[in-house]
């Protein structure tokens, strides 16, 4: 049962969490420190895991399996532009709650489970996956902020990790490997992702005090339509698109990209938010909420897939 093994690596990565959270409250860590952290993890760390999922051969089961990531995470971010916006005609949700529903933590929490539980050798499919939100994220999401300004191309082709995708791609179309000291450099670095991630929101949730939970109620409205709402159609799309059947490994590649449609808020959103002078705060405790149910929702939302699929494939 993959759920148990989901569970105590979730559970690792937040003890790790707590503990950093706990290193602020004791003053032993500054809140500015998480701007630090946040570019090692942007400029250094990410892209490494990026491109280091590349370094394998290319086989006609791989090209499959990266086409079927592409796919999911079109399908799965258009679904939930969907309802952020029939949201935003009900509910009246504002720019931070529509990018907070739509836009997941695709990567930096994902990538560290996903070779916990599979391997390494599947973080390929996390790639795909965070190639497609981070074209949605750069021209979609961008527009949810700034109304007046058109898409930034330069913008998008030189974030970092849409370079280390398009280097990390060419590699593996052109079947150039690193060599062995350079191969090891970037393995390292890429098994920081997941407790460097987790010290990130460590220090947001060790500078925050519950009453900035409370002050806010609509935090609770943001997490039903991110972690329950838009999660539980994730998965029913992932168990009756009757994709996973079409390929062997399917159901591994369809869990995979669902793991990412069913995680915590991307922080992405809070930096935005930042840019373009939107309730930065707001998103801050959006990210933080989602990051914490995450314990929770994940698994219970993995686990409703591989029954499903067991009854009904």
């Given at each position: 049962m993959i759920v148990i093994p989901l569970v105590q690596k979730i559970a690792e990565l937040f003890i790790i969490l707590f503990v950093t959270a706990a290193l602020v409250r004791f003053n032993v860590l500054k809140p500015e420190d998480g701007k630090i952290f946040s570019k090692l993890s942007l400029y250094f760390v990410t892209p490494?895991?990026?491109?280091?999922?590349?370094?394998?051969?290319?086989?006609?089961?791989?090209?499959?399996?990266?086409?079927?990531?592409?796919l999911l995470a079109f399908l799965f971010e258009a679904v939930f532009m969907l309802i952020a916006r029939i949201w935003q005609k009900i509910g009246k949700a504002n720019e931070v709650e529509r990018a907070s529903v739509i836009f997941t933590n695709a990567g930096n929490l994902i990538i560290p489970i996903v070779v916990y539980i599979l391997g390494s050798e599947w973080t390929i499919y996390c790639s795909g996956y965070i190639f497609a939100f981070n074209v949605i994220f750069w021209t979609y999401g961008i527009r949810l902020f700034d109304r007046e300004g058109g898409?930034?191309?330069?913008?998008?082709?030189?974030?970092?990790?849409?370079?280390?995708?398009?280097?990390?791609?060419?590699?593996?179309?052109?079947?150039?490997?690193?060599?062995?000291?350079?191969?090891?450099?970037?393995?390292?670095?890429?098994?920081?992702?997941?407790?460097?991630?987790?010290?990130?929101?460590?220090?947001?949730?060790?500078?925050?005090?519950?009453?900035?939970?409370?002050?806010?109620?609509?935090?609770?409205?943001?997490?039903?339509?991110?972690?329950?709402?838009?999660?539980?159609?994730?998965?029913?799309?992932a168990v009756f698109s009757g994709i996973q059947r079409m390929f062997p490994n399917g159901h591994e590649i369809v869990m995979i990209s669902l793991m990412a449609a069913v995680a915590p808020t991307a922080a992405n959103v809070n930096q935005v938010a930042i840019l373009y002078n939107h309730d930065a705060k707001y998103a801050s405790l959006i990210s933080v909420a989602t990051t914490l149910s995450c314990i929770v929702t994940i698994p219970f939302w993995i686990y409703v897939y591989e029954l499903l699929s067991g009854i009904f494939l």
């Open positions: 490494c895991v990026v491109f280091n999922s590349f370094q394998k051969e290319l086989t006609p089961e791989l090209f499959r399996g990266l086409a079927v990531t592409f898409i930034n191309l330069k913008k998008l082709l030189l974030n970092p990790n849409i370079l280390a995708m398009i280097c990390g791609m060419l590699t593996l179309l052109l079947r150039i490997r690193l060599p062995g000291p350079l191969a090891m450099a970037f393995s390292d670095v890429a098994s920081m992702i997941g407790p460097l991630s987790m010290m990130i929101t460590g220090i947001i949730v060790g500078s925050m005090s519950p009453g900035d939970f409370l002050h806010n109620s609509r935090i609770l409205q943001v997490l039903f339509m991110r972690m329950i709402l838009c999660s539980g159609i994730a998965v029913l799309i």
